[in-house]
């Protein structure tokens, strides 16, 4: 019940910046918090960052200083502005929200469907 829709990626060259964008919509009730993940070609998908509707972040270390998460409550959108970008930071970021609807008082995780950001000269 809850859709997350995400742009943004694309090819930079290492220390260029991107800008993600992630809106959530469908009957959200009460988003708990929004965030970002990321899987590197033949790797794990691993944490990034993620913030709660309180203002509270949490980065993963390989991108504390580099990567700065943001949200914006009324639109139900988080945005990653990622500065200093290098190769080891290409991979498909996925956004994800943990989040309550209408029809269901439970939380339950959604996950967006994936932008791919490439990092190389």
């Known amino acids: 019940q809850v859709q997350l829709a995400e742009s943004g990626g694309g090819l930079v060259h290492p220390g260029g910046s991107l800008r993600l964008s992630c809106a959530a919509s469908?009957?959200?009730?009460?988003?708990?918090?929004m965030g970002w993940y990321r899987q590197a070609p033949g790797g794990q998908r691993e944490l990034v960052a993620t913030?709660?509707?309180?203002?509270?972040?949490n980065y993963a270390d390989s991108v504390k200083g580099r990567f700065t998460i943001a949200r914006d409550n009324a639109k139900n959108t988080v945005y990653l502005q990622m500065n200093s970008l290098i190769p080891e930071d290409t991979a498909v970021y996925y956004c994800?929200?943990?989040?309550?609807?209408?029809?269901?008082?439970?939380?339950?995780?959604?996950w967006g469907q994936g932008t791919q950001v490439t990092v190389s000269s």
């Open positions: 469908g009957s959200i009730f009460r988003i708990y918090h």
């Open positions: 994800n929200t943990m989040a309550s609807t209408i029809t269901l008082g439970v939380k339950s995780t959604y």
């Open positions: 913030v709660t509707n309180g203002g509270a972040t």
